[in-house]
């Protein structure tokens, strides 16, 4: 089966401006989660959908972070205006179940994002 | 709020070596899951090994193992016959109450030939 797919895997931006990036999780897969790694740290939640519902995105910093799953398959994270501080690894994973360590999360590569 | 701690950031070992990674976790939940996800240089994370609480046995995956201590609450994972595609960072993560999976920091493995 085809992976998680994420675009760009790469994007450098000065700070205030914007930037989106796209995941298109495992076909058939109903939970999607977005991912933010900063380095030398572990990845931390930002959001998460069952199906084209927000479960938890307690974490999601919502003054300039936002995120959509309009049709329950591909999703969108977007960062307006960015601050240096958004430099990560944004990581995208699905899971065909949601929550409860029932069932593995496949990642995708990621998308680098450099704010300078 | 869970916490995951893994207290070593680096470790090295030689090829063919037998390593073990420490991980501590925090919470008040009876019922969680742990993991360790494996994320090579450049590469996306998967998933090594994981163990359900409820569980007495520890969970095994050819070369990968995990010594579950849940009184202590410690999941240590041991790698052994190291090959130098284990290098990687080894990240150990928790599931369990109304938290989504918090991973710890991770512990950057690297295998010398």
């Known amino acids: 089966e085809a992976g998680v797919a994420q675009s760009p895997r790469y994007k450098i931006i000065e700070k205030r401006q914007s930037v989106a990036f796209w995941c298109n999780p495992i076909?058939?897969?109903?939970?999607l989660y977005w991912y933010q790694q900063i380095l030398g740290q572990g990845p931390k939640l930002l959001i998460q959908?069952?199906?084209?519902?927000?479960?938890?995105d307690s974490q999601l910093p919502k003054d300039r972070f936002s995120a959509e799953r309009l049709k329950g398959v591909d999703s969108t994270l977007k960062i307006q205006p960015a601050k240096l501080e958004d430099s990560a690894v944004y990581l995208c994973a699905s899971s065909s179940v949601g929550g409860a360590g029932a069932n593995v999360l496949t990642f995708g590569a990621g998308s680098r994002l450099t704010v300078l | 709020a869970q916490t995951v701690t893994q207290s070593q950031p680096e470790m090295s070992v030689q090829e063919a070596e037998t390593v073990t990674l420490s991980c501590t976790y925090d919470t008040s939940e009876n019922n969680y899951y742990l993991f360790w996800y494996k994320q090579p240089p450049s590469r996306q994370m998967i998933l090594v090994i994981r163990?359900?609480?409820?569980?007495?046995q520890n969970a095994t995956e050819n070369r990968f193992s995990v010594n579950f201590q849940k009184a202590a609450k410690s999941f240590s994972l041991k790698i052994s016959d190291s090959q130098l595609g284990d290098t990687a960072m080894y990240f150990c993560a928790f599931e369990g109450g109304a938290d989504g999976l918090t991973f710890g920091k991770g512990t950057h493995l690297i295998i010398q030939p």
């Open positions: 163990q359900e609480a409820y569980k007495q």
């Open positions: 076909s058939g897969h109903a939970t």
């Open positions: 959908f069952q199906n084209n519902g927000v479960v938890d």
